[in-house]
């Protein structure tokens, strides 16, 4: 599903050059739970954020679902993120004036679903992540768990070939990480491809393989 | 991408209705600008009507002329010559004149005189006129006829009468067609006039100028002289004016340079002074006005500024989830041109009403105040598209940064 030759990234400004991805190879296989883990700094965002076509890289080739994601022109990277990619942040990022079930139905109006058809699917995967009676409330009217179910409901409702979650229990206490997690499990059950980020053990624990970034570089990955 | 997709207007809508202070924001402005610029110009309008009417009495282009005395010597003749019209005089102008587009002469009856019809029996002001009267002076006729060449040419004893005088001998009667006794003759009453001028006109009788000569004269006298020019520019109306002056001085042998023997009033001269101020008032509004629409244009440009900055966020994660730069600009846009293009309309609208109100106050130099539609129309069309292009800019930078920097700004 994702396969990653020799990717390279470093951010530039004017002065100074941080190579931060210094040439990754990984292949996620179709259907895979993954993790990433490795200290601050070490780029798992930035690798996370090139799967995601919301970043670009230098060097290397990145290929999902068998088409070469390089040198897009926005046209394409928004075609791609919208019907490849579900992507989950630590920091939720909905929109405060959409009510949940707005929110969810979002990347469905950028495929040009019709209103109707796009607010029932939104509820149909409001309600997998038990979020059915809280469809019209806004965001700040629920708790950081129920953001970021209504964010995973968001990041599922395209039917994305892929998951992706940085972080995605970095702002919960451990009782809600927990029912996140046991989303994600139960969306790779369903025979999703899920890659999150993570820096907490027992987090990575809950996946099938737990891959180590260190310094830009992947260490191993333990099957 | 179409104009007119529900969907995206569904987007806009909602948009518009939770960000109420921004979408105040940017309204306000414009409903501000157009409004104002409405009252300004409107009232503007509203004065110079106002003013337009205070010359209403008599044509706004129209020369009095009157004889007065000799102040030099001419021709050995000596001085203090009195000056007298005659119908000479006004067949000369009529002959040597064809750029005159009416000319009227007017014949004064010495005092008052005693109006009887029934056993009515009241005084009134009676002046012998040319049939061009009405057009120098303005006058409406609100019933009947004015008098006319064959009244004037075979001496008919008929009479118009002022809509006060009307009322005070006739009542709820019809004068025209009634006989009624003026002086020691019979006159038939042929119409009612009405001059806006002043209440003083409404209760004068004006006959023909040929029957107040003979009957009451005897003599071919005329009191004073007034015409009107036709299309004219202000050198054509002074060189008529020379010219006229010229041949009266040499009918009654007097210098032309002697500027007491006869008096020319000249209201085209008054007329330039008025349009002169009224150009001036007019420049002045559309100076201020232009300067509003200008801080209009400032306005709305940086509120389109602020709103991109406070939708960076916004962008960001529309662009995670698939929005393309093309959609997130159109979705700006669009929203700018809505609320900037309803705010205007709704300054017009407001602008329009608080004119109306003002018209109530009909004072002498404030009168149905007025806007043209086309100009506030314009104006809305300006700041809409001043609206459009300052947020078309910005927007599209922010519609290209990458969604993971957008997503970071709060
Ligand atoms: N936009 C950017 N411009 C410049 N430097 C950046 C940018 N984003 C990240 N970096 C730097 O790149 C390095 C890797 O960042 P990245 O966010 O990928 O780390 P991370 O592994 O996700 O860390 P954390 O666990 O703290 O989230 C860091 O040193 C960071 O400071
Ligand atoms: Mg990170």
Redesign the interface.
């Given at each position: 599903m994702i396969q990653l030759r020799n990717i390279k990234k470093a951010y530039k400004t004017e002065f100074t050059s941080l190579q931060v991805l210094k040439g990754i190879d990984l292949i996620i296989e179709e259907g895979e739970f993954v993790s990433i883990m490795g200290s601050s700094g070490s780029g798992k965002s930035t690798l996370l954020n090139i799967l995601g076509i919301l970043d670009d890289y230098d060097e290397g080739t990145y290929t999902l679902a068998g088409e070469l994601m390089k040198n897009l022109s926005e046209k394409q990277a928004a075609y791609y993120r919208n019907r490849f990619i579900g992507f989950v942040f630590q920091s939720f990022n909905l929109l405060n004036f959409k009510t949940a079930v707005e929110n969810v139905a979002l990347p469905l109006y950028y495929q040009k679903v019709n209103r109707d058809q796009r607010l029932e699917k939104a509820m149909h995967y409001l309600e997998m992540v038990g979020l059915k009676d809280w469809s019209d409330h806004h965001p700040n009217q629920l708790s950081g768990g129920q953001q970021q179910r209504v964010a995973i409901a968001r990041a599922m409702v395209t039917e994305p070939k892929v998951l992706l979650a940085d972080e995605p229990t970095g702002a919960l206490d451990s009782t809600t990480s927990h029912e996140v997690m046991n989303l994600f499990q139960e969306i790779h059950q369903n025979g999703k491809t899920v890659v999150l980020v993570t820096h907490e053990q027992d987090i990575a624990e809950k996946t099938e393989r737990i891959i180590n970034i260190q310094d830009g570089l992947i260490l191993n990955s333990n099957e | 991408m179409k104009f007119f997709d529900?969907?995206k207007w569904?987007?806009i809508f909602?948009?518009i209705q939770?960000?109420k202070l921004r979408t105040t924001l940017t309204a306000l402005g414009v409903f501000w600008g157009i409004f104002l610029l409405v009252i300004l110009l409107g009232s503007g309008q509203g004065m110079q009507n106002g003013i337009e009417k205070q010359f209403r009495g008599d044509a706004l282009n129209s020369i009095w002329m009157y004889g007065g005395s000799t102040s030099k010597t001419f021709n050995g003749l000596p001085k203090g010559r009195r000056i007298q019209f005659n119908n000479d005089d006004f067949e000369n102008l009529q002959e040597q004149f064809p750029e005159i587009e009416y000319l009227a002469g007017r014949v004064f009856l010495s005092g008052t005189q005693i109006l009887k019809y029934k056993k009515k029996n009241l005084s009134f002001s009676v002046f012998g006129v040319s049939p061009d009267m009405i057009h120098v002076e303005n006058a409406q006729i609100t019933s009947g006829r004015f008098l006319n060449k064959t009244d004037e040419q075979k001496r008919r004893k008929v009479a118009v009468i002022g809509s006060q005088i009307k009322d005070e001998v006739f009542g709820n009667e019809d004068p025209i067609g009634k006989d009624i006794l003026l002086g020691d003759g019979m006159y038939r009453v042929v119409g009612i006039s009405h001059d806006p001028e002043s209440n003083q006109a409404q209760r004068e009788i004006y006959i023909p100028m040929s029957v107040a000569q003979v009957v009451f004269h005897g003599n071919e006298n005329i009191s004073n002289l007034s015409l009107i020019g036709g299309d004219l520019s202000e050198e054509q109306v002074n060189q008529l004016q020379q010219g006229i002056t010229e041949t009266l001085a040499a009918n009654h042998q007097f210098d032309p340079t002697d500027n007491r023997a006869l008096y020319i009033n000249n209201r085209y001269e008054d007329y330039k002074r008025f349009q002169n101020l009224f150009l001036g008032i007019k420049s002045f509004l559309w100076f201020v006005g232009l300067g509003t629409v200008l801080a209009g244009i400032v306005g709305v440009s940086n509120i389109m500024l602020i709103i991109v900055k406070d939708r960076t966020?916004?962008i960001?994660?529309?662009?995670?989830?698939?929005?393309?730069?093309?959609?997130i600009v159109s979705m700006i846009l669009t929203e700018a041109i809505f609320i900037t293009s309803m705010a205007g309309y709704f300054g017009l609208a407001a602008g329009i009403v608080v004119l109306s109100l003002l018209d109530n106050l009909d004072s002498d130099f404030f009168s149905s105040p007025e806007i043209n539609l086309g100009v506030g129309l314009a104006a809305i069309i300006i700041l809409v598209i001043a609206g459009a292009l300052a947020g078309l800019i910005p927007s599209m930078q922010a519609a290209?940064i990458?969604?993971?920097v957008a997503?970071r700004t709060d």
């Open positions: - | 529900q969907d569904n987007e909602v948009s939770k960000h966020k916004e960001g994660i529309r662009k995670a989830l698939g929005a393309t730069p093309r959609s290209k990458n969604p993971i997503m």
